[in-house]
């Protein structure tokens, strides 16, 4: 649990958003996608000699916390210690999930394509959230199911409901109705991302969540924690489509307008999928920023044979990303 404590190489710590930002800005870096077998053997190799204060001489102590974060925590889940697959990391998930994005705010899009957009955004949504889950206690395969299953028809259902009601609403003038169909997909994902967190996870509502204490001793499985890491993480959840499904029909409305991509009309889904790219590189690191992975909880407010079983003020426990 060492690695995922507060890193001495963040100038500003995890208490405050900056540092956060700048701790989580590595974590999503694409380059850690990248990282050889033997580069995360050696990451592995240089976190024992931290915490055993035999550094070799190249290396300050400085500068290990954030070389074995940028390797360890982008790769490897801090519950499980396994690899989380590629496309379902941190790090991953801007360059797997840009194409979706672009997909998700194409113009004029017809029923069919409504839905196998928001499908496969979920699916991407649902794996990412189960991949970077609190997997201190176990998940079987028929509750990830289930949960897969229903934030997809939700996903899906507020999509296509909105559409329609858009497409009959004859109030609209058919400018103002193809702008608006362009946001339909914000409070369509919005919504979806919520329940998709809350059915992919919801396993730690029902058996609860490992709390800590300052010594990283497990005390407690707690439900309450459970209920604070997945309310922090769906709100971060709403936050992250925002920019991205906000601003890029705002953006492209404007850029649209220009003569050049009037001229050549094949320039516009290039420069659609580069205004998406730099809103999801944005995004994502804000979002995720809101809270701290290693969040924490006052011992008052767990179950009370929890609080009788330390003498700590504050737990800790893995809110999940």
């Not at 994902?189 to 998709?196: E, F, M, P």
Request: aromatic fraction near 8%; charged fraction near 15%.
């Amino acid at each position: 649990r060492d690695l995922w404590a507060p890193c001495p190489g963040e100038p500003e710590g995890f208490s405050s958003f900056y540092g956060r930002l700048r701790h989580f800005l590595d974590v999503i870096d694409p380059r850690t996608l990248f990282v050889s077998e033997q580069r995360l053997n050696e990451s592995v190799n240089l976190l024992e000699h931290f915490k055993n204060g035999t550094l070799p001489s190249n290396v300050t102590n400085s500068q290990a916390p954030l070389m074995i974060l940028m390797n360890l925590q982008a790769i490897i889940h801090p519950d499980t210690g396994a690899k989380i697959f590629m496309p379902f990391r941190m790090s991953g998930y801007i360059p797997f999930g840009t194409p979706v994005v672009v997909g998700l705010l194409l113009p004029n899009q017809t029923l069919a394509s409504t839905v196998f957009w928001q499908c496969l955004n979920q699916s991407h949504n649902a794996c990412v959230n189960y991949s970077n889950r609190n997997a201190s206690q176990p998940t079987t395969g028929s509750q990830f199911i289930l949960g897969y299953t229903g934030a997809v028809t939700s996903a899906v259902s507020i999509a296509v409901g909105l559409s329609i009601f858009v497409q009959k609403a004859q109030s609209f003038r058919p400018a103002t109705r193809l702008l608006v169909q362009r946001f339909i997909p914000f409070p369509a994902v919005a919504c979806a991302n919520v329940c998709n967190v809350v059915l992919m996870r919801h396993t730690e509502l029902e058996e609860g969540v490992s709390v800590m204490d300052e010594e990283g001793r497990v005390v407690g499985i707690s439900r309450i924690a459970a209920r604070h890491a997945l309310v922090e993480t769906a709100l971060t959840r709403v936050v992250l489509p925002m920019p991205i499904l906000v601003l890029p029909p705002i953006v492209m409305a404007l850029l649209e307008r220009l003569p050049l991509l009037q001229r050549n009309r094949r320039l516009v889904l290039p420069v659609h999928a580069l205004v998406c790219l730099s809103a999801f590189s944005l995004a994502l690191p804000v979002a995720i920023s809101l809270f701290p992975q290693q969040s924490q909880i006052r011992t008052s407010e767990v179950e009370p044979e929890i609080a009788a079983a330390t003498d700590c003020k504050i737990l800790t426990y893995n809110k999940g990303l």
